[in-house]
Each structure stands twice: as structure tokens, then as C-alpha cells.
């Protein structure tokens, strides 16, 4: 291999370990896999240090709701308030009942009076700030202006031991001088309340160094699982961050490593001709984009991991590549779940069923509304593995919002979706879903091709069918050899007459032909244009560049035959060869193997005088010879295995177009006679 090919083939790994590294988490982690109700399976666990046992959130929001339910409103007391009402009273013209009412009210003013509904039904005691000093008291000794004046009246009416004072007291306004003299103050009210929660201690107890915490056997309970909880929290926070920066470092680039190695080895195993091609660098990419998210997720809030689009990596693959790539690259793509994120496991778990399934189901659901559709399967294929991971006592996180968190997930993945075309253009890649669209034989193009040159058409669809049995054989893409097989003689709609295919339907006279008055060099360069044509056309039309590579690939380097024959019968110089050579390249891929061996076969196979079995395969066997012994296979990353694969396919597809049918009788004439 090449200084440079190796370069090619390393250096976006490195890149991508190196990232890796730089957005990994930080701190170590305690290594304990353990749940609630679980046996501990590890040595029995004496505390290194002392650490304190924290509350479980569910211990402190009750003790939060205590705080809430023990709210003490705050008031603010107004002298100026009282004193207006008492020189009120004083203007008022009473006579001897003037000090009489100046006592009640400055009495009942100075307990406090509050609006009505002001003061909570079930506060039981109050603040009250009187000059600048704030005195708790019984929420009973404050009065709601209602009350106030009602004892008011009450205390005025005993005091003059006259119930006809009464209509003097309403008539001067009496009862009117008590008013609200207590201010609520919001601000203050919440400060205190807030101070009260803070005040709420967030431990219960301490563990001391050399103390069990839990030994080998035992059932993990509630309180076990808590002092464990403790003890992981004050490991990784104190102890595992006082390790060295370098160390940390070291580790997760050793980490990163060991991920991208098994990425390298995934494709090595699966489909090593990546490596040449550009879907190498789509799939690092892709594994990149995955790995990167987790661990940058599980470094700053590993709660919104529920909410990573992880199951798009799986999408973006189905794209490009087959399941046979896939599914071990998306698998290492998501491992990061079980080296960065806390409790990982479950999630690994609940994005390997979702990624699995959406694989599948993209194949049907990736167009239109149908991705919504495939959103939705998604999102149950992760609900049932989360639900059985819960019932299990795996996961015992809010239910409710994981799975919220998980159909939001589903969702960001459609949303994401129409990157894949960025990526298309990126990478110069062909996606599954534009391959479908090229392979409508009721495209414009094709169409085209069928009006100028019908033989040509019939001829492509042959050798699609041909093709798509071969590319089965050997685990090709069948998808792209049908496209490739519909397009790869569109050049021959530029001068359809110049093949004998079209000739017998577009010629209106049969005595005049298209090569009768040309030379075989002109006859073979009028034959050997179509490659040319093609791949103008077929960049004019912007069709993807894997298309045009059938194009000039279809034919390799090979010569134009009869027309070589036929000159060098007429004594031509064999140093014209040249002119009669097609311009290739040969075939690389194992798809424009396939293509090259199946435009021949079917294009030969119209002078074939018998259709037996032991015809058919020395028929074919003598085109792939022919194709070896001109060096067009010499590049091309197609096995010895998988050719003859590929020839088998073929002999058996011709068995089944030329396959033998039943002779029918003549009918009798009388059946014949109607009369």
C-alpha cells in the first residue's frame, strides 16, 4: 500500500480519536453496576473515607413540600396608617364619646388589620415588621377589616352600655376609621420561604472510614442503594478529580482508540472496498457524529441523552450502505452510551432496538409523510425495550418523561433526515432513496430512451433484470446495478439507427443500412461514440457521478469486434487497433463487473441457435474469458468466488428467459366454422 493510500485511510480515524478525547467526560467513574433489590456481586465494600449519606430527590422534595405547606406571610406594619385614622377620629365631633372611640380604635389598629382574605386560611402564624424589628405572631391576633370593624362596633356598644349608639357611630363614620394597616410584602414573604429551603440539610447521616457498606451477597435495599449512591457521588466528584489532568486524558484517548480500532475492523470485515471509496470517510463521519454527541451530552447532562436523535445515525447509514455495514458500524457507533453515561447500559439497550428496527422499516418509510410513520415505529420499538428494561427494575427513572423524552427523540430524527442530501453533495454519494428515484423506468430520460431508441430501451431492461440476479448472488448493491443498467446505453439516443438493435424498428426501408457505406474504422467509431455521448448526457441531465462511471465503464477497454474482424479481413492494419478500442476505464467495482458481463452476455445472446443448459454455459463462460483474456477484470475488486458467482446467475437467468413451452395442437376446422 502507498504512503499515501495508508494516509487516506488513517488519518480521519486519528482525527476523529483526537475529538473524541478532547469532549470526553472528565472524571472517573465508580465501576459498580447495582439496583435497587439486586444482589451486590462484588467483594464486600468497606468505606475507604468518610462521605456523608445525601438525601434521595424524593426525600427532599418532601421535606420541600413541608417548607410550602409551613408558609409564613410577612406584613409590614403602617403607623402612618393608624395615625390618620386616629386623627380622624379626633376631628370628629362625638363629645364625651370621642375618648371612648380614640381607645377602641387605636386598640384594634394596633393588633393589626389586614384586608379581607388577605391572611391564608391555613396560616398559623405571621411576621410582622414594626419598626424595622419583624415579630412572629399568632396569625389569630391579626384582624381581616371585616372583623375589625364588627369588633369595633362590638367593644363601642358595651363600652357606652347603649345599643342607640350605634346609629351615631354609623351615621359619624366610626366604623369606617379602622382600615388595613399591615402591608403584605411579597418579596420578603418569598425571600424567607426561600431561606427556609435552602436551610433543609441535603445529608442524613455519615458514613465513616472502614464501616460495611455492603457485603458480597447481600440484597441491595433501599438504604443500601442510597449510602451507595453517596458513596459514588463524593468518589467522583473529590477523590476520582484529584487525579492528575494527564491521566484522565490518557485514559479516554486510549478509549478513543480502542473505538475507532473497531470501527476500522467493522469495515475491514464487512466491506473492505470502503476503504477506496468515499463512503469510507461517510461511515467515520457518521460513527464521529454519534460517538462525539454522547459523550459531549453525558459530559455537561447525561439526563438529555433520552433526548439524542441517536436512532439518525442508523438512518444516515441505510442511506449509503447496505445492512450488512450497518449494523456493526451503528453499534459502535452508540457503544459510547456504555464507556460516557452514567447508567448506559439501558440506553445502549433501548437505542440498539430502535436503531435495528428503524433500519428495517426505512427501507418502505423514508419518502414523504411516510418518515413520520417511521418516526412513530421508532419511538415503539424504544418504548417496549425501555418499558421491559423498567419492569425489570433495570431503569427506575421518571417513567413519564423518559418516554416523553424518547418520543421527542424519535421525532428530532425526521427532522434531522434532509441532512442526508448535504451529505450527498459532501461526500459525492448516492443515497438509496435517489437510486429508487433514478430506477423509475417512467423517469423523462428513460422515456426519452424508449421513444428514439426502443431496442436500446428493451436491451437495458433485459440486462437490469440480469444484472439484479447477479448482484443477489454475490451481495452487490442491486440497486445500483438496476440504475446503472437502465442508463448505461443512454448515449445511443443521439444516433439510434447505428445499432442493429433499433435498426429493424426504425428503419422504414430494409434495403438500405445504417454501416453499408461506411468503412468498419467509421462504423466503429460511430459505435464507439455512444460511450462519449452518454456520459455528456448523462452530466447535462446532473446525474450522480456512480452513474456516469457505468457509462464509461460498461464497455471497458475492450475493441469493437465485428468491425475489428471485418477490418482486419479486409486487410487493415493492425496498427489502427486503437481506433476500434473503446476509451474505458475498465471496470473497478464488482457492480460495473456485473454490468460489463451482462450488457455482453444479453447483447450476444440474440445469435444464440440453441437453448440447453451446456449451451448456455460454455455460451457464458466464453464472454468472461473473452473479458479476462483483454485484461478488463485486472482492477476490479471482484473475487474468484464471486465471478463465478456471477456466471452461475447468469446461466440460470437465460435458462429461465429461453425456457422450453408446450406445443399446442392445430385446432380441427370445423371449430373453426361459425356457421
Known amino acids: 500500500m502507498k504512503p499515501t493510500a495508508r494516509l487516506n485511510k488513517f488519518l480521519p480515524l486519528l482525527l476523529v480519536a483526537l475529538l473524541l478525547t478532547a469532549v470526553a467526560p472528565r472524571k472517573a467513574t465508580l465501576g459498580y453496576d447495582y439496583k435497587k433489590g439486586s444482589t451486590w456481586k462484588y467483594e464486600t465494600l468497606f468505606a475507604p473515607f468518610d462521605f456523608p449519606i445525601l438525601k434521595t430527590a424524593e426525600q427532599m422534595q418532601e421535606e420541600m413540600d413541608k417548607v410550602a405547606d409551613n408558609y409564613i406571610p410577612y406584613f409590614k406594619y403602617s403607623a402612618g396608617v393608624t395615625e390618620s385614622a386616629l386623627a380622624a377620629a379626633s376631628a370628629m365631633d362625638l363629645d364625651t364619646l370621642k375618648p371612648t372611640v380614640l381607645e377602641a380604635v387605636k386598640s384594634i389598629m394596633d393588633k393589626g388589620v389586614v384586608p379581607d382574605d388577605a391572611l391564608p386560611s391555613d396560616a398559623e402564624v405571621v411576621y410582622v415588621q414594626r419598626d424595622k424589628r419583624a415579630v412572629k405572631i399568632p396569625s389569630s391576633e391579626v384582624l381581616g377589616l371585616s372583623d375589625a370593624r364588627i369588633k369595633l362596633k362590638s367593644v363601642l356598644i358595651a363600652a357606652t352600655a347603649s345599643s342607640a349608639a350605634d346609629s351615631l357611630f354609623s351615621r359619624a363614620g366610626v366604623y369606617s376609621l379602622v382600615v388595613p394597616n399591615l402591608v403584605f410584602d411579597a418579596q420578603t414573604t418569598n425571600a424567607v420561604s426561600a431561606e427556609a429551603a435552602r436551610s433543609i440539610s441535603p445529608t442524613l447521616g455519615y458514613v465513616s472510614a472502614g464501616q460495611l457498606i455492603v457485603s458480597n451477597g447481600e ?280 445499432f442493429i438493435e433499433n435498426e429493424s424498428l426504425l428503419n422504414k426501408s430494409e434495403d438500405q443500412k445504417y454501416h453499408s457505406s461506411l468503412t468498419p474504422e467509421q462504423s466503429a467509431e460511430s459505435i464507439i461514440k455512444h460511450v462519449e455521448d452518454g456520459v455528456e448526457m448523462a452530466r447535462k441531465r446532473r446525474l450522480p457521478n456512480v452513474v456516469v462511471d457505468f457509462i464509461r465503464t460498461h ?121
Open 219 to 498: 440484597i441491595v435495599t433501599a438504604e443500601i442503594a442510597q449510602i451507595l449512591d453517596s458513596y459514588k457521588k463524593e468518589f467522583e466528584e473529590n477523590v476520582a478529580s484529584s487525579r492528575p489532568l494527564f491521566v484522565s486524558m490518557l485514559g479516554n484517548l486510549m478509549v478513543a482508540l480502542l473505538l475507532v480500532v473497531l470501527l476500522f475492523l467493522s469495515i475491514l470485515f464487512t466491506r473492505p472496498a470502503f476503504f477506496n471509496d468515499n463512503r469510507y470517510y461517510y461511515l467515520t463521519f457518521v460513527f464521529a457524529l454519534s460517538s462525539v454527541t454522547i459523550a459531549v451530552v453525558s459530559r455537561f447532562n447525561p439526563d438529555w441523552l433520552y433526548l439524542a436523535p441517536l436512532t439518525l445515525a442508523a438512518l444516515y447509514l441505510q442511506a449509503f450502505v447496505r445492512a450488512r455495514v450497518i449494523v456493526p458500524v451503528y453499534i459502535i457507533s452508540i457503544l459510547p452510551l456504555l464507556i460516557y453515561a452514567d447508567n448506559g447500559a439501558p440506553l445502549f439497550i433501548v437505542f440498539l432496538a430502535g436503531g435495528m428496527v428503524s433500519i428495517y422499516a426505512s427501507r418502505y418509510l423514508v419518502q414523504g409523510w411516510k418518515q413520520f410513520l417511521l418516526a412513530l415505529i421508532n419511538f415503539v420499538a424504544m418504548a417496549l425495550a425501555y418499558t421491559a428494561l423498567y419492569f425489570t427494575g433495570v431503569v427506575s427513572n421518571m417513567f413519564w418523561q423518559d418516554f416523553l423524552h424518547l418520543f421527542i427523540a424519535s421525532f428530532l430524527a425526521v427532522a434531522g433526515y434532509p441532512l442526508i442530501y448535504l451529505f450527498e453533495k459532501i461526500f459525492n454519494l448516492v443515497s438509496n432513496s435517489r437510486l429508487a428515484e433514478l430506477a423509475d423506468t417512467s423517469s423523462a430520460l428513460l422515456r426519452e430512451l424508449e421513444i428514439k431508441a426502443p431496442g436500446t430501451f428493451q436491451h437495458s431492461l433485459q440486462v437490469m433484470n440480469m444484472a439484479d440476479a447477479a448482484a443477489r448472488a454475490i451481495d452487490a448493491n442491486p440497486l445500483l446495478l438496476r440504475v446503472g443498467a437502465l442508463y448505461h446505453d443512454i448515449g445511443k439516443m443521439n444516433n439510434p439507427m447505428c
Open 555 to 675: 464497455h471497458g477497454t475492450t475493441v469493437a469486434g465485428y468491425f475489428w474482424s471485418k477490418h482486419l479481413s479486409a486487410k487493415g492494419s493492425p496498427e489502427l487497433k486503437s481506433h476500434f478500442t473503446y476509451p474505458g476505464p475498465a471496470p473497478t467495482t464488482k457492480e460495473q463487473v456485473v454490468l460489463m458481463l451482462c450488457d455482453s452476455v444479453e447483447a450476444a445472446s440474440r445469435t444464440l441457435n440453441e437453448y440447453t443448459p451446456q449451451a448456455f454455459s460454455d455460451f457464458v463462460e466464453k464472454i468472461v474469458q473473452g473479458k479476462i483474456d483483454q485484461g478488463q477484470l485486472l482492477n476490479a475488486e471482484i473475487t474468484i468466488k464471486e465471478l463465478n458467482d456471477v456466471k452461475q446467475a447468469i446461466k440460470q437467468y437465460l435458462a429461465q428467459m429461453h425456457h422450453g413451452r408446450v406445443a399446442y395442437p392445430a385446432p380441427k376446422r370445423k371449430f373453426l366454422n361459425f356457421k
